[in-house]
């Protein structure tokens, strides 16, 4: 079993920034990347960014890039880190239910990511919303 617990996100304005992170927590959770998906109001859920837990490698959705930026407080494969997400320069297309999800194999690679077919464990998603 892994637990995941999202908090931060909010609203802020076109050019602005948000945070949030994910708690995560369990004897397996070395075995599993960890990863962020976003559901955007009429469409579907997409992955947005996606870290490994063996060596932190990290990949990023073409639409975040260079404006995403995902990390982790633990450096390893531990059963406790948080992982989060800065998410600088928002449009509005970036508004969404954003999910923290645990992927098996611990692999960011495509097409397991960003595909959510080999996610086992989600959070319970946090509301970004970008708005002028």
């Known amino acids: 079993q892994v637990y995941l617990v999202e908090s931060g996100g909010g609203s802020a304005q076109p050019g602005g920034s948000l945070r949030v992170s994910c708690a995560a927590s369990?004897?397996?959770?070395?075995?599993?990347?960890l990863g962020w998906f976003r559901r955007a109001p009429g469409r579907e859920r997409e992955g947005v960014s996606c870290?490994?837990?063996?060596?932190?490698?990290?990949?990023?959705?073409?639409t975040v890039k260079d404006r995403f930026a995902i990390s982790t407080d633990s450096a390893g494969a531990t059963k406790t880190k948080t992982i989060y997400l800065q998410m600088d320069n928002l449009i509005a297309e970036d508004t969404g239910v954003y999910y923290c999800?645990?992927?098996?194999?611990?692999?960011?690679?495509?097409?397991?990511?960003?595909?959510?077919?080999?996610?086992?464990?989600w959070g319970q998603g946090i509301q970004v919303t970008v708005s002028s």
């Open positions: 369990g004897e397996v959770l070395p075995l599993y990347a």
């Open positions: 999800a645990a992927i098996r194999f611990d692999t960011c690679d495509a097409p397991v990511f960003p595909s959510d077919y080999l996610v086992s464990y």
């Open positions: 870290i490994r837990s063996a060596d932190n490698a990290t990949v990023y959705t073409e």
